[in-house]
């Protein structure tokens, strides 16, 4: 028979927030189904065999068999990720609950029926440890159990053994080690409840993360697919309020932070070379003093600017982009004042007849962007585990990135850029197929 001492190992474990480290990526959903239906079974035929049920073990099956259902509802949709998810919180579950088991019936299962006056004195030192081990873990994590009663049991079972009444001993025993199963339940909902009340703070905190990576992917121009994603998730935080569901989304998101970092260190690459690029063209028809100095300065800030990139500091990054446009603005105001306006009235009707031309071709370019980024996106999920296809759809963004900054001063040059992509992704293609 085991000692309590295993009911005390199982519940410090489950006092401490765990995430699930076993993949099952080459498992079929029809062989995730029938182990989970058939841990299920087993654990069901276990419960049946006991005289009695704690309302622990009873929610923990509950639990379990509702993961493993709806499991089986993902697997009749083809949802890959949803039916493992499923099925690694069922097992968790029935793991827990086959412990439990073990647990309570070791301790239920205890013979008392014994006449021997030192087996059952060994019998209620044990008792007294398993006891103490508890108050010990109540203390510890400020769980108010009175033991005053647990503590008389214990002492009238000790004097009716001094007095030879074995009968009464058992009895009196009895008693006692049901309040050791009560007390062990109550610590463990306890604790199951500040598990789950954890979760929820984490998952708050995931959430507020989560509207200031919305709020920098806006300000950096990233794509709506990103954006659209890191909603998704936003909104089923939100509504999640199981510890184990939130462990896994929070995984999911992840997932959604890396992709993310990676297209923020291309535009914030893209926006470094379109602002040297404004500097290198506003240099070269300097007007003053003045804007020689605006430059220099707006210089040694894109070299600032350059480090907190490679830092990852983006909140800094977007921070010190807005300082140089401010300085560069000012730099166009004067170069655009100084300059001649006598040609303007004999320029605007040849402007205006170009413009109409101008903005429709931009309009088209504009969708040729749209629509390669969605296939970039697409893509870059179905080849994270080829590590050469990854790096050329790594180049594509950056290439894309660059398309995007030449559209307004070279649509030809944007367009020549989108070709290169396509190339790439045909490419990515036949690697991939």
Same mark, same amino acid.
């Given at each position: 028979?085991?000692?309590?001492? %295993?009911?005390?190992?199982?519940?410090?474990?489950?006092?401490?927030?765990?995430?699930?480290?076993?993949?099952?990526?080459?498992?079929?959903?029809?062989?995730?189904?029938?182990?989970?239906?058939?841990?299920?079974?087993?654990?069901?035929?276990?419960?049946?065999?006991?005289?009695?049920?704690?309302?622990?073990?009873?929610?923990?099956?509950?639990?379990?068999?509702?993961?493993?259902?709806?499991?089986? !509802?993902?697997?009749?949709?083809?949802?890959?990720?949803?039916?493992?998810?499923?099925?690694?919180?069922?097992?968790?579950?029935?793991?827990?609950?086959?412990?439990?088991?073990?647990?309570?019936?070791?301790?239920?299962?205890?013979?008392?029926?014994?006449?021997?006056?030192?087996?059952?004195?060994? &019998?209620?030192?044990?008792?007294?440890?398993?006891?103490?081990?508890?108050?010990?873990?109540?203390?510890?994590?400020?769980?108010?159990?009175?033991?005053?009663? %647990?503590?008389?049991?214990?002492?009238?079972?000790?004097?009716?053994?001094?007095?030879?009444?074995?009968?009464?001993?058992?009895?009196?025993? /009895?008693?006692?080690?049901?309040?050791?199963?009560?007390?062990?339940?109550?610590?463990?909902?306890?604790?199951?409840?500040?598990?789950?009340? /954890? #979760?929820?703070? %984490?998952?708050?905190?995931? &959430?507020?993360?989560?509207?200031?990576?919305?709020?920098?992917?806006?300000?950096?121009?990233?794509?709506?697919?990103?954006?659209?994603?890191?909603?998704?998730?936003?909104?089923?935080?939100?509504?999640?309020?199981?510890?184990?569901?939130?462990?896994?989304?929070? @995984?999911?998101?992840?997932?959604? /932070?890396?992709?993310?970092?990676?297209?923020?260190?291309?535009?914030?690459?893209?926006?470094? @070379?379109?602002?040297?690029?404004?500097?290198?063209? *506003?240099?070269?028809?300097?007007?003053?003093?003045?804007?020689?100095?605006?430059? @220099?300065?707006?210089?040694?800030?894109?070299?600032?600017?350059?480090?907190?990139?490679?830092?990852?500091?983006?909140?800094?990054?977007?921070? !010190?982009?807005?300082?140089?446009?401010?300085?560069? $603005?000012?730099? !166009?105001?004067?170069?655009?004042?100084?300059?001649?306006?006598?040609?303007?009235?004999?320029?605007?009707?040849?402007?205006?007849?170009?413009?109409? $031309?101008?903005?429709?071709?931009?309009?088209?370019?504009?969708?040729?962007?749209?629509?390669?980024?969605?296939? *970039?996106?697409?893509?870059?999920?179905?080849?994270?585990?080829?590590?050469?296809?990854?790096?050329?759809?790594?180049?594509? %963004?950056?290439?894309?990135?660059? #398309?995007?900054?030449?559209?307004?001063?070279?649509?030809?040059?944007?367009?020549?850029?989108?070709?290169?992509?396509?190339?790439?992704? /045909?490419?990515?293609?036949?690697?991939?197929?």
């Amino acid at each position: 028979m085991k000692p309590l001492a %295993f009911i005390l190992f199982a519940l410090v474990g489950s006092m401490i927030l765990t995430i699930p480290m076993q993949a099952y990526a080459d498992a079929q959903l029809d062989s995730l189904l029938r182990i989970a239906n058939q841990a299920r079974d087993n654990i069901k035929i276990r419960l049946s065999q006991l005289e009695t049920v704690p309302n622990e073990i009873s929610k923990l099956y509950e639990q379990g068999s509702a993961e493993t259902d709806a499991l089986a !509802k993902s697997v009749l949709e083809g949802d890959v990720t949803t039916a493992k998810q499923h099925f690694l919180s069922a097992m968790k579950l029935f793991k827990d609950i086959s412990n439990e088991i073990s647990s309570y019936v070791s301790v239920a299962a205890e013979t008392l029926s014994s006449t021997d006056s030192s087996e059952l004195k060994t &019998i209620i030192i044990r008792i007294e440890k398993d006891a103490n081990r508890l108050k010990a873990v109540a203390t510890k994590n400020n769980i108010e159990i009175d033991f005053i009663e %647990f503590d008389n049991l214990i002492q009238i079972a000790k004097q009716n053994l001094d007095a030879g009444n074995v009968d009464e001993v058992n009895k009196t025993l /009895r008693v006692a080690k049901q309040f050791i199963l009560d007390a062990y339940n109550s610590i463990s909902e306890v604790a199951k409840q500040r598990t789950t009340d /954890r #979760a929820k703070v %984490f998952a708050a905190k995931q &959430i507020e993360s989560l509207d200031k990576l919305i709020s920098q992917a806006k300000d950096l121009g990233l794509s709506q697919d990103i954006i659209d994603n890191l909603q998704t998730a936003k909104e089923k935080l939100q509504k999640i309020s199981d510890a184990s569901q939130i462990v896994l989304e929070t @995984k999911g998101i992840n997932t959604i /932070r890396e992709k993310l970092s990676a297209s923020t260190v291309n535009r914030l690459n893209a926006i470094v @070379k379109q602002l040297e690029s404004k500097l290198d063209n *506003l240099n070269k028809n300097l007007q003053d003093d003045d804007s020689g100095t605006k430059i @220099k300065t707006a210089n040694d800030m894109i070299v600032e600017l350059k480090q907190l990139v490679l830092d990852n500091n983006l909140k800094g990054a977007l921070h !010190k982009i807005n300082s140089i446009n401010e300085i560069l $603005n000012t730099i !166009k105001v004067q170069t655009e004042a100084t300059n001649d306006t006598s040609n303007s009235v004999e320029t605007t009707d040849s402007t205006n007849k170009t413009v109409g $031309n101008a903005d429709s071709e931009v309009e088209r370019i504009k969708a040729k962007i749209q629509t390669t980024e969605e296939q *970039l996106n697409n893509l870059s999920e179905t080849v994270t585990q080829n590590k050469i296809a990854t790096k050329w759809i790594a180049r594509a %963004f950056s290439l894309l990135e660059d #398309a995007k900054l030449n559209l307004d001063t070279s649509p030809e040059k944007t367009m020549n850029t989108l070709n290169e992509v396509d190339k790439i992704i /045909r490419m990515v293609q036949k690697l991939v197929s």
